[in-house]
C-alpha cells in the first residue's frame, strides 16, 4: 500500500504563491506517473498537471504559464509551484500516482486546501 502525504496549502492573496509537495512511501514513485488534480466545492475533480516517470509534463490551459510540476524521485516527492494565483484556483488539490506493475495501480493523497483571497 502507498501512502501520499501532500503539504503546502494555505491561504494566499490574488497574485501570490504556494508550492505543493507530496511524499509518497514505498518504492514504485520513480516508474509511475505522478499528478495533481483539484476541486473547487460545487465541481467535479479536475486535473491540473501530470508528470511522467520521463519528465514528459502536462498542464491543464487555466494553469499553463503560472504553475509547474516537478519530482524528485530521489525523495519520492512530487512539487506543484503555484505562482499568479487567482481566487479561481481556488479549491482542494490532490496528489496521484498511478501506473501499471504487472496490474494497474491508482493511490490518491488526502488533499491540502488552496485559497486564494484577499
Known amino acids: 500500500q502507498v501512502q501520499l502525504v501532500e503539504s503546502g496549502g494555505g491561504l494566499v492573496q490574488p497574485g501570490g504563491s504556494l508550492r505543493l509537495s507530496c511524499a509518497a512511501s514505498?518504492?514504485?514513485?520513480?516508474?509511475?506517473?505522478t499528478s495533481w488534480y483539484r476541486q473547487a466545492l460545487g465541481k467535479q475533480r479536475e486535473l491540473v498537471a501530470s508528470?511522467?516517470?520521463?519528465?514528459?509534463?502536462n498542464y491543464a490551459d487555466s494553469v499553463k504559464g503560472r504553475f509547474t510540476i516537478s519530482r524528485d524521485n530521489a525523495k519520492n516527492t512530487l512539487y506543484l509551484q503555484m505562482n499568479r494565483l487567482k481566487p479561481e484556483d481556488t479549491a482542494v488539490y490532490y496528489c496521484?500516482?498511478?501506473?501499471?506493475?504487472?496490474?494497474?495501480?491508482?493511490?490518491w493523497g488526502q488533499g491540502t486546501q488552496v485559497t486564494v483571497s484577499s
Open positions: 496521484n500516482i498511478q501506473g501499471q506493475i504487472l496490474r494497474s495501480y491508482d493511490y
Open positions: 508528470i511522467t516517470n520521463r519528465d514528459s509534463t
Open positions: 514505498g518504492n514504485i514513485f520513480r516508474i509511475s506517473t
